[in-house]
Every structure is written in C-alpha cells, then in structure tokens.
C-alpha cells in the first residue's frame, strides 16, 4: 500500500483560530515531509522528519508546528496563521533505504487552507 | 545543494506535436531525479524517475526522459502531445543527506487544438 492520505481536503480558519493537519502513511516510510504550494509554483519544503526525528527546518514562522508522534504519522499544527498563509499543504513520505533503492517520494492528495 | 532549473516557464505546443520540457540540475553526486505532474487543483502525480543504470527512462501517459551527466540535463519528452496533457510540469532531484527533495520552478504546459 502505496498511499497517503491527508485530512482534511479543505480547511477554511480565522487568523485567531488553531486547527492541525493530518497526514498518515503505513509503509514503513523512514522520512516525512510538509510542503507548502501557492497557485502556480512548485512545492515549498517546510519540514522533514527523518526517522520520526525533524531534521530540516526551512526557517518556517513558528505559526506552524510541526510533530511526529509515530512512524505513520505527521502533523501540521496552525496557529494564529495570516491570509498569505493561504495554500495547498502537501505531505509526502519516502520508503526506507534498501539495496535496490527506490528513493522515490510518494505525495498525498493535499489540504487546500484559506485563511481568512 | 542539490538544486534543478527549468529554464521555461512557459511551453505551448499544438496536438500531436512533439514535446520536450528542459531540466538542469546541480548535484554533488549522482543525483536521483524525478518528472512529476500536476493538473490544476490537484496533487502531483510522479510521471518517471532516473536512479542509476539506462539513461533512458520510460515513464507513464507515454513519457520519456533522458539523463545526460556531461549536461546536467534530465529532459522530458514525448513524442506526440495529448490536449489532457496540458499541465504544470516539475523536475525534482534529491534525497539529500538530511532526505530533501528539491523542486524546479516549473513548466506549465498549454495544448493548442
């Protein structure tokens, strides 16, 4: 099972409002990713999580924290967010290492956020 | 850093004609590169991949793409372009050591009937 599924697809808050993201994957996965996606760019990295460990920051606004409280799952937690905050959120995973690699990132379908 | 370039942001081709989106990357080592696509509001979908071995690389929906190290160049082809194939192509390399992936700008592709 190949699949990423992220919760949920749309997300519309208020700039005084808390909500999380949820991105879950059971293939043993060893590194987890957030990207953030305005309309018309590439994919933004925001965090990595290798081995449920954060290990790359891109110098995200503490709005947005981050956890991993297991191998399976990834959390995106929003707090006090801005409207440019406004985008598609993707989660992504990537197999663990093997002998005959496939280093390739599997994406799940996004959380569309407006924040108003 | 690893990092890839597109260098066009924008392509329009007529139906059945061929195609060929550019990417360069920069990458210490033998770099693991990836096609992928993306049609509007919706996620990306992986088109092919280069890890090692035959530089050619057969993808999906009729792709292809060769890696050329002495260009650092990973082009994607096809040789006859659907109208569903309009959409926002991203070339990507990585994992690097802290397992980041980077994304090119993209290409976004119109289809003229």
């Given at each position: 099972d190949t699949e990423v599924t992220q919760t949920p697809k749309h997300l519309v808050m208020g700039m005084t409002n808390k909500k999380s993201l949820k991105c879950e994957q059971h293939?043993?996965?060893?590194a987890m990713y957030w990207y953030k996606q305005k309309a018309k760019k590439p994919p933004e990295l925001m965090f990595v999580y290798s081995y449920e460990k954060l290990?790359?920051?891109?110098?995200?606004?503490?709005r947005f924290s981050p956890e991993c409280p297991n191998s399976s799952l990834l959390n995106l937690h929003l707090h006090a967010?801005?409207?440019?905050?406004s985008a598609l959120y993707l989660c992504a995973s990537l197999p663990p290492l093997r002998i005959?690699?496939?280093?390739t990132q599997y994406f799940g379908p996004g959380t569309r956020l407006t924040v108003l | 850093a690893q990092s890839v370039t597109q260098p066009d942001i924008h392509i329009t081709v007529s139906e059945g004609a061929s195609l060929e989106l550019r990417c360069n990357y920069s990458y210490g080592a033998t770099p693991y590169l990836f096609w992928y696509v993306q049609s509007p509001g919706q996620g990306l979908q992986l088109l092919l991949k280069y890890?090692?071995?035959?530089?050619l690389v057969q993808g999906i929906k009729g792709f292809e793409a060769e890696f050329k190290r002495s260009q650092s160049s990973f082009n994607l082809r096809k040789p006859s372009v659907h109208w569903s194939d309009a959409a926002e192509y991203f070339c990507a390399v990585g994992p690097g050591n802290n397992n980041d992936m980077r994304f090119g700008a993209g290409t976004r592709l119109t289809v003229k009937p």
């Open positions: 293939m043993g996965h060893r290990s790359i920051n891109e110098s995200v606004p503490s967010l801005q409207p440019e905050d005959t690699s496939t280093d | 890890f090692s071995g035959d530089t």
